[in-house]
């Protein structure tokens, strides 16, 4: 179970929900408070912040193409923790399932044990008092849940 002084519960649920989808679109928009700074952008599954990252890796070395068989070191990592993820949560949906003949005590203790950590942004600007929202056309985004101090729905323009 979540210690409470660490990280916010109803957030960490938003975000697991956002992370066992499987479409490309984005969730929500978020504005969140963190280290001082407001980070704003889309929420997406983990997943899929590591595919973007791959395919940004891919542009900026002007490939077209997301072939693994052409693809760089980085754009290989990125592939692997994408795939880790992704199977990650195919585990999880059978572990769910097989508990389901286990007494209510263990099934709660299996979806209880919550291993969220990241939260996961696509379109993300970071504002500081003053300034407008840096980068101006938006980028990935990975920060750490016990690190926002608050949040809302909602989107910052530029």
Do not use: C
């Amino acid at each position: 179970m979540l210690d409470p002084t660490t990280q916010d519960h109803v957030l960490t649920s938003l975000v697991n929900i956002i992370n066992a989808s499987q479409g490309e679109e984005d969730g929500p928009g978020l504005v969140l408070t963190v280290g001082g700074l407001t980070v704003s952008g889309n929420l997406i599954p983990n997943w899929l912040w590591f595919a973007g990252m791959r395919r940004q890796i891919a542009e900026a070395t002007g490939r077209q193409s997301l072939d693994v068989d052409e693809a760089s070191g980085m754009e290989l990592f990125f592939k692997s923790w994408e795939d880790l993820l992704v199977d990650g949560r195919a585990e999880e949906e059978a572990a769910l399932a097989a508990a389901e003949g286990l007494a209510e005590r263990y099934q709660d203790a299996i979806r209880d044990k919550d291993t969220t950590v990241f939260i996961h942004l696509r379109d993300a600007r970071v504002f500081q008092p003053g300034q407008n929202g840096l980068p101006g056309n938006g980028m990935y985004w990975r920060g750490r849940l016990s690190e926002v101090t608050g949040w809302s729905f909602g989107k910052l323009g530029v």
